[in-house]
């Protein structure tokens, strides 16, 4: 019987899941831990006739991707945290003019340089306030390689629907990570293009019934603007305070109010647990096996895994949470989604791990910090 499982690397199945996605352009520059994706992508895009360009920096490629983009290409990049910061006045830009764009962010350790090769959630708050104003993202969290190559292609899709930047949040771990990949037997995934479809005369800014702009691409029957001013339908800057306020409630209601929608989460063991540990990326599998140690000592532990970090569903993982007798969260950094997450929970009793030295979050050390905690509190039963 021939197997159908292949030895991959989690860099290789964002590259993969970018290919059945429909990508068609890639602007980047090396950086590790990501620059297997740009490797794969540099040997593979030519042979499809699709695009490969190697800029002089993370400020031109994100400036490519965006040209690309809108002119019909499904553009990503990929990069980590030095090079992410480098992006973030043109993420901006494409936020405010509404172009899709997935950059897909092999986190690791900062600040600055930090340890190129060693991991840490450090870029979680730069996902969502990384560039100036108010505006709202869509940042996703694969744990496994599998999980990659299919949130990767939801990246793009997720891009498409809502025309706005996404941004896949990987860190190194997971990146770097090599474990069987088969999906032979999986259903073919949804792939999604931008919406053309619009009502009377094209206005390239006008929100349809879901608040995102139908999108004809540059130079394909329609002549418009682009600009990273303030804007109305038309595209042209507009101070006028009512104007600016509907663009800014668009822009940020388009994705917020589809949070049910575009945030996943997944439950493990949850039904009965009494110690909820919320966790996303490689920190995931280590609380899943600490969750599976606890149960064994008769500790009803279960497991809130956030698929989706940004929009963060705060009702959602409140609802959950309420009644547990405590929700603990590992976190490989000083606190940066434990901040958010304590303030969803109100008084649930809550206990944040923080770890920041270049080390993936053991089992035990979530193990023993609950046990200990649970011993403050007199225990659960």
Known sequence: MTSNVRLMQGNEACALGAIKAGASFFGGYPITPSTEIAEYIAREFPRLGRYFMQMEDEIASIGAMIGASMVGHKAFTATSGPGFSLMQELIGYAAVAEIPLVIIDVMRFGPSTGLPTMPQSGDIMQARWGT???????????????????????????????????????????????????????????????NREHKGAYMPFAGEDNGVPAFIPLGQGERYHFTGLTHGENGFYTADPDKVAAVMQRLCGKIEDHVDEIAEIELVDFDDAEVAIIAYGAVARSSHDALLSLRRQGVKAGMLRLKTIWPFHAAKVRELCTGKKLVVMPEMNMGQLSMIVRGALGDTPFLPINQANGQLIKPHTIEEAIMTRLAELGGVH
């Open 132 to 194: 100036h104003g108010d505006h709202s993202v869509i940042a996703l969290s694969p744990s496994s390689v599998t999980e990659a190559y299919y949130a990767t292609i939801r990246a793009f899709n997720l891009a498409e629907q809502y025309r706005t930047p996404v941004i896949l949040l990987m860190d190194e771990k997971i990146g770097h990570l090599r474990e069987g990949f088969d999906i032979s037997n999986d259903p073919e995934p949804e792939i999604i293009d931008r």
